[in-house]
């Protein structure tokens, strides 16, 4: 499984749009995948289905 990375663009109650660094694609998910501390604005590596924060 190849990495992502994401920036968080926006965050809504408990819902956060993930948009790819390399593709410019959005992904819209769940806060609580996400590492605590998660903000708007922070960068996350995706790999091995988990979320870093980077």
Avoid: H, Q, R, W
């Avoid at 806060?31 to 995706?46: H, K, N």
Wanted: aromatic content about 12%; some cysteine.
């Amino acid at each position: 499984m190849e990495s992502k990375i994401y920036i968080v663009a926006l965050i809504e109650g408990d819902y956060a749009t993930l948009c790819c660094v390399e593709d410019d694609s959005e992904l819209f998910i769940a806060l609580a995948l996400l590492p605590p501390g998660t903000d708007t604005g922070t960068t996350l590596l995706f790999e091995n289905f988990e979320y870093t924060m980077i």
